[in-house]
């Protein structure tokens, strides 16, 4: 259905993917990493409308993630205390037709830390981002608060495991950037 949220009629599948990254969470820990879990409220694909020749100007390539404000809080006093750079990354993902969906750990490797967390999209209306994504061997997860005040931004170098089966080549590890 045009217009209906991509996890419409897919929530069970959701809370598949919820439990999925709490047992991928629980495994980091056992081979000893401190996880951070957060639990997005809405995730949105940006740019999610094509700008060729629209003289729309995108400043932001990735997806925009709407966390609770505690969880916001504590992923941006860890990666603000990071005693290292979160740079890489594993991606897990599931589709059902068109939507596709992630869990996502973020690695700082030198200091034993990681976030996990899930994201989902509709491959239609992340088309645009998925083809600029591509292109640029690069894309962003934009945590944010309710306000959208601040974020903290996670960049996701050679994203091939982020895209729908087919997209791009490659499984496996990625290689990540982190800003706050």
């Known amino acids: ?3 209906s949220h991509p996890l419409a009629g897919r929530r069970q599948l959701w809370d598949d993917v919820l439990a999925d990254m709490e047992a991928t969470a629980e495994e980091y820990r056992e081979a000893g990493w401190d996880v951070l879990e957060l639990h997005p409220g ?3 694909p940006l740019p999610n409308v094509g700008t060729e020749g629209a003289g729309i100007a995108v400043d932001r ?5 709407l966390l609770p404000g505690d969880e ?3 992923v941006q006093d860890l990666v603000d205390g990071a005693d290292a750079a ?3 990354y594993d991606a897990y993902r599931a589709q059902q037709s068109d939507v596709v969906f992630l869990v996502v750990v973020m690695k700082a490797s030198s200091a034993g830390e990681a976030v996990a967390f899930p994201l989902y999209y509709a491959e239609g209306q992340a088309a645009p981002l998925l083809e600029r994504a591509a292109d640029a061997g690069e894309l ?3 945590l ?3 306000d959208d005040s601040e974020r903290v931004v996670f960049s996701h170098r050679d994203p091939a495991t982020l895209f729908p089966e087919g997209w791009g080549e490659g499984e496996g590890d990625g290689e990540a950037a982190d800003e706050a």
Do not use: I, K, N, Q
């Not at 390539?61 to 993630?65: E, H, K, Q, S």
């Open 42 to 44: 809405d995730v949105t």
């Open 86 to 88: 979160f740079d890489e």
């Open 1 to 3: 259905m045009a217009g």
């Open 144 to 146: 944010r608060p309710l």
């Open 61 to 65: 390539l990735g997806f925009d993630v």
């Open 140 to 142: 962003h997860t934009y």
């Open 72 to 74: 916001f809080s504590a």
